[in-house]
């Protein structure tokens, strides 16, 4: 196992420890061995092979051995245990924003509350709120909680859902019999979150493809089964529903069931306008009777004749929002998207120096692999001590072992220097100017004091926005998809004054922050804010996250001349210059 997940094993202790109310020295014990381990320097494996581990300050003898346990066999029976000795309502009680473990053992201990919906009835009984230490406002925001959560858990991440779909797609295809199969719905729209799978399939005999799919890795439930229809639960709790068409009908199927719901709406009005009907099944002369097996006009067997049929150019999945997309394509004014290959390197990379996996030279060697001219680095800056952020002094010795990287010629990648710095709450920056003018660029991000009110927010980015030092904005809402809400703040203020200071808006390309948020794209590049699609890589894997990024940019309707990492590395440093 490596130092990032024993850490989280450590806090996972502490707080377990804490829910079951052990002795508060011990629960320090590992709260601190996991900061410490969490900000330590010298390699974990190293220490342990040395039998060193024992002589780090903040990791108490009962921790070495349990890390040591959990680093060579990436288990640990005292926290598997521990775990199994708490209710499991309690440790779901810990999800909700807000409840650490001293709290759910208070609320345990006071109102004997040991799941969720006990919880959700005490805050609404009143009994959460006469408790001390807890009053209305946390009351009403346990409420709140227990609700997000429950929407939470409808939906999937798309990068989850479409790593579940791949080879669902690819074992359809290569079934007998299905001449063609696709994905539908959501995912295929590149929407942020999905709901559920939608696989539509062309067959003339649907009852064997069904069978096959009901007994796919993974299904824990058939919850459908039908003549051309089946739906699948996983033990994720990610939903699939199959639908198995006559070939003719496939383009139909395929469209209809892509949506989204206000495209088919608009796409049905347009059709009706020229006399037809058009549903899943096909297009209809207008005055047949209903259920009439549809004539198609002149066989329409792809998206893009029933979009030529109706007088459009073909409009990509991601832009079926009904958000003008019809328009466009009738006036031929669609954008030309910009695509993964387009990309030439990225600037939001952490690296072990903060709390990243990969050193200079292995993310480096990464970029290379993914075929980019360049590589940004950015670690965090010290205010996010929790991330072991660098200082002035660290941050300038790694901007020296990035210029000596970059001289060495032993890459063809371009690194170039940056930071991920903190924006404070009165939005100042983390670091002092000469340090940031050493730098090639600068990203800067709040991690803090997420509840300010909107206008302090909105002040404290602006703020930051306008030093001379910012090149990006990154994640601007700090939100976490299906976990954390996004911060209040004024977007369309933090839009207006990027495009007045030319500072750039990231597209945070991390599956669970795709954020700044595809809707607002279209009207702010056209009014000239520009983009970076930033995986915010952890890890040299953690590179690859850009696609998402890719996703959202298209779902924004972003060209590529929007987006600053689709330059050559000659186009980056002109408009770095340009900024200062
Ligand atoms: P999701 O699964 O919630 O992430 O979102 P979708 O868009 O995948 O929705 P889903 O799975 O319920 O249905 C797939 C598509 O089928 C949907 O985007 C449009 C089409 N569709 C489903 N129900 C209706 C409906 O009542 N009216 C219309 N016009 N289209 C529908
Ligand atoms: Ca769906
Ligand atoms: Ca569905
Ligand atoms: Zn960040």
Redesign the pocket.
Known sequence: MNKADIVDVLEDIAVLLELKGENPFKIRAYATGARVLETMEADLSELIEADKLSGVKGIGSALVEKIETLHTTGELPYYAELRASVAPGLIEMLEIPGLGGKKVKKLHDALGVDTVDGLKAACESGGVEALKGFGKKSAEKILTGIANRAAYAQ?HHWWTAAEVAAPILEGLRELPGVERAEV???LR?L?ET???L?FIVASAEPQPIMDWFVTQPGVQEVTARGQTKSSVRFDTGLQA?LRVVPAPQFAFALH??????EH??ALRQRALARGYSLSEWGLAEKGEGADREAEQPDAISTEAELFAFLGLAEIPPELREGLGEIEAAEAQTLPNLVSSAAIRGVFHNHTTASDGRGTIEEMAAAAQALGWEYLGLADHSKASYQANGLDEARLLKQVAQIRAFNQSGVSPVHVFSGIECDILPDGSLDLDDDTLKALDYAVMSVHSSFSQSEEEMTARVIRAIEHPATTMLGHPTGRILLRREPYKINLQKVIDAAIANRVIIEINANPHRLDMDWRLWRRAAERGLMCSINPDAHSTSGLSYFDAGVNVARKGWLEQEQVLNTRDCEGVLQWFAQRR
């Not at 209809?256 to 719901?261: E, L, V």
């Open positions: 939906r539908a719905g959501s729209r929407k999905v709901g559920d939608d529903d209809h069931f892509t949506g989204s719901k088919n709406v």
